[in-house]
């Protein structure tokens, strides 16, 4: 399992039921009992700041059309996480990337320092 992923995950709560995720955590970190990964959902609301709409391909292997959610980072246990069933593209996950860095403000200034 690596980084631009997408696997199956089913995590407790508001998100359980089955989905397609992204693995957004680093491949530095293979020791982790658990592994980051953004959510996907079939439902399309066209927010382009932190949805990255995907469309099905072989390589992604997804089914239908997704949107993977920048704003529904997670933490799942890795011995939940369902096997690999394909990965984003270079281009999709460059995007997500920064979707991710909008999502999370790590884009944002550190207060204080800029004036």
Same mark, same amino acid.
């Given at each position: 399992?690596?980084?631009?992923?997408?696997?199956?995950?089913? %995590?407790?709560?508001?998100?359980?039921?089955?989905? *397609?995720?992204?693995?957004? @955590? &680093?491949?530095? %970190?293979? @020791?982790?009992?658990?592994?980051?990964?953004?959510?996907?959902?079939?439902?399309?609301?066209?927010? +382009?700041?932190?949805? %990255?709409?995907?469309?099905?391909?072989?390589?992604?292997? /997804?089914? @239908? *059309?997704?949107?993977?959610?920048?704003?529904?980072?997670?933490?799942?246990?890795?011995?939940?996480?369902? +096997?690999?069933?394909?990965?984003? &593209?270079?281009?999709?996950? /460059?995007?997500?990337?920064?979707?991710?860095?909008?999502?999370?403000?790590?884009?944002?200034?550190?207060?204080?320092?800029? &004036?």
């Amino acid at each position: 399992m690596k980084r631009g992923d997408l696997v199956t995950v089913a %995590l407790p709560g508001d998100y359980g039921k089955p989905r *397609p995720a992204v693995v957004v @955590q &680093s491949d530095h %970190l293979p @020791q982790a009992d658990s592994v980051m990964v953004c959510l996907s959902t079939s439902t399309r609301r066209g927010l +382009p700041l932190y949805r %990255l709409a995907v469309e099905p391909t072989a390589a992604n292997g /997804l089914r @239908q *059309p997704t949107e993977i959610m920048a704003d529904r980072v997670m933490p799942a246990r890795r011995d939940k996480v369902g +096997p690999v069933i394909g990965r984003l &593209s270079d281009a999709d996950l /460059l995007v997500l990337n920064r979707m991710l860095a909008f999502a999370l403000g790590l884009a944002d200034p550190v207060p204080g320092t800029v &004036s």
